[in-house]
């Protein structure tokens, strides 16, 4: 069975940093692609940032040079190093990899930035 679990979101203020983190269990993690997406309520969800199993990246025009994905295939877990956070950083942040033939995904974690 496939699981992924997010933690480490909360609330920061502007221009402070995060870092959040994804571990995944009942998949052979080293060889999946992983992605972070986030969710406004409301909203629909949007691709931020993903790693490929080699450790190429690539990320939404509107977090380069903020955010970092990266990956520890030894723990199976990716992680996101969010900076300069922002306001209109404020979501419910998923990450996600396919499998088989669908997309699964964990709970979310919340993440507020407050002016």
């Known amino acids: 069975q496939v699981r992924l679990v997010e933690s480490g979101g909360g609330l920061v203020q502007a221009g402070g940093s995060l870092r959040l983190s994804c571990a995944s269990s009942?998949?052979?993690?080293?060889?999946?692609?992983m992605e972070w997406h986030r969710q406004v309520p409301g909203n629909q969800r949007d691709f931020l940032a993903g790693?490929?199993?080699?450790?190429?990246?690539n990320y939404q025009d509107s977090v380069k040079g903020r955010f970092t994905i990266s990956r520890d295939n030894a723990r199976n877990t990716v992680y996101l190093q969010m900076n300069s956070l922002k306001p209109e950083d404020t979501a419910v942040y998923f990450c996600?990899?396919?499998?088989?033939?669908?997309?699964?995904w964990g709970q979310g974690t919340r993440v507020t930035v407050s002016s």
């Open positions: 009942g998949i052979n993690f080293k060889i999946h692609r």
């Open positions: 996600t990899t396919y499998y088989k033939t669908r997309n699964y």
């Open positions: 790693i490929n199993s080699n450790g190429s990246t």
